[in-house]
Nanobody, 119 residues
């Protein structure tokens, strides 16, 4: 049984910083990639940042230079350091883990964590 659990959301003023964490727990899997997505009310989920098992990273243009994704392999955990936050970063942030398990690839989502940036 694999679980993906996020933490670290909250309320912050514009210009401030937050760090989100996401841990994949369970056994018998290997990680292909993990990433962060966000969803605005009434909109589709969009990718924010991903990091692969080879440490290749990819960012949405809107967060480049402000957000940094990193991971701790020993803990199966990925982090999203968010700096210079803007009100338009306000959204529900989801963690995704793309895992290899029992010879197949699966995509797991966390429950989401709210980030609210006040102006």
């Amino acid at each position: 049984q694999v679980q993906v659990v996020e933490s670290g959301g909250g309320l912050v003023q514009a210009g401030g910083s937050l760090t989100l964490s996401c841990a994949a727990s369970g056994s018998g899997f290997s990680i292909n990639a993990m990433g962060w997505y966000r969803q605005y009310l009434g909109k589709q989920r969009e990718r924010v940042a991903i990091i692969t098992s080879g440490d290749t990273t990819n960012y949405a243009d809107s967060v480049k230079g402000r957000f940094t994704i990193s991971r701790d392999n020993a803990k199966n955990t990925v982090y999203l350091q968010m700096n210079s936050l803007k009100p338009e970063d306000t959204a529900l942030y989801y963690c995704n883990a793309n895992l290899r398990y029992s010879g197949a690839t699966f995509s797991y989502w966390g429950q989401g964590t709210q980030v609210t940036v006040s102006s």
